[in-house]
């Protein structure tokens, strides 16, 4: 399997709609914990968001992950911004 350096991988994730990058997001490791504190399965985080939590204080509240450390945070706000992408297309 070929190499790809960053930037090239970059440019190849520019190309994906918000659409098509959250459905990848949902079909790599879905059971994965996202937040390993508190062991919160990423599909649990992205089915959150898919009912309306915007913030990671929502989040927070609907699973009880990214608690304190907010170790995951910076995903879980990743996550948000893919997803609210797809509701501004
Ligand atoms: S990994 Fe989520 S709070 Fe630490």
Redesign the pocket.
Known sequence: MPRFSGHFCYALRMKLTPKEQWQKERDKAPSRNL????DVPKETMMDAIEAGADTVEKITAKTY????????KRQVERLIDIYQSIEKC
């Open positions: 937040c390993t504190c508190y992950g990214c608690q304190d450390a907010q170790c995951c």
